[in-house]
């Protein structure tokens, strides 16, 4: 069988193209997320920014993944910034593997041709160029499950409506087994005029926590239908809410959840007038009594 490759696009924009300035980055931010060990890990919730900002949130879902052990495929659940896709999901279809400064990671293409019989899914190959809702999560994954033997599941979601949020849900479950691991690729709040969303002005850190949280409580809770109405409500520039709303649909019960890492960039550029919020959430499979 011949090779076909996904190559990146974001290397030397987003993140460095550099092999060893991007593995000593990478692994500076994973020593320094604690996390302990959980074999039961079935998923995390994961930021999607330039690694500068947030990497280091970021690393604390990697790691607790590179520590739960028996991992043989990762499906990356993303979606499209900019390609208009309604109802839609995209998934490769001719290419084996995907590669960026640190390798190549083999494609689960007979899971990937499972999926394209579903008439949601096709392949729509412009969600591959610049989207950084799937591509920012490949490096840090390679960095952290270096030495394990893995392959990659690359879905790109479209604007889902609620009915084809449950339909994609439904198709993707078939994915859910012991040996899988899920990536749910979003940031949390977009703050300030850049973004448009501007709904207080004062204590703006505090604030944020206080918006983040309020979505941050109803994932970790699995409520789909909260989740949902509390971005309504509020308005909360959550720009992963069709990743999330997904895999809540088909997210095993009983389980249990926590969070990781809360930061923003405010935070770290010391700047709030414009800020995103960045979350690691892990979710843990759970046996019914």
């Known amino acids: 069988m011949s090779r076909i490759t996904m190559e990146s696009t974001l290397a030397g924009a987003w993140y460095s193209a550099d092999p060893d300035r991007l593995r000593k980055e990478l692994e500076l ?23 500068a900002y947030s990497g280091p949130c970021a690393a604390f879902g990697a790691r607790a993944l590179a520590l739960r052990g028996g991992l043989r495929r990762v499906v990356v659940l993303g979606f499209s910034h900019r390609v208009r896709m309604p109802n839609a ?60 033997e893995w392959s990659l599941v690359p879905v790109t979601l479209g604007q889902l409506d609620p009915d084809a949020r449950s339909e994609a849900a439904r198709a993707l479950s078939s994915l859910m087994d012991d040996d899988t691991v899920w990536v749910v690729s979003s940031d949390f709040t977009h703050y300030g005029p850049d973004f448009g969303y501007v709904p207080f002005t004062d204590s ?7 918006l983040d949280g309020g979505a941050i409580d109803r ?24 990743s999330i709303g997904v895999f809540l649909n088909l997210l095993p019960r009983p389980f249990t959840a926590r969070e990781l890492a809360y930061d923003t960039s405010g935070r770290i550029t010391g700047d709030y007038r414009n800020s995103v919020s960045f979350a690691s959430l892990a979710f843990y499979h759970k046996e019914s009594p």
């Open 89 to 148: 999901v995209s998934v490769p279809s001719r290419e084996t593997d995907c590669r960026t400064p640190l390798g190549d990671i083999p494609l689960d293409t007979d899971a990937l041709a499972a999926l394209r019989d579903h008439p949601l899914f096709a392949d729509v190959p412009e969600t591959r160029r610049s989207e950084n809702s799937v591509e920012m999560q490949i490096p840090l994954l390679q960095a952290a499950l270096e030495g394990i």
């Open 219 to 242: 994932i970790l809770a699995g409520d789909a239908g909260g989740f949902e109405a509390y971005c309504r409500e509020t308005g909360a520039t959550i720009c992963g809410r069709d």
């Open 204 to 210: 703006i850190e505090e604030n944020l926590r206080r």
């Open 29 to 51: 931010f994973l020593h320094h997320a604690g996390v302990q060990a959980d074999p039961a890990l079935c998923a995390v919730v994961m930021p999607h920014a330039g690694y």
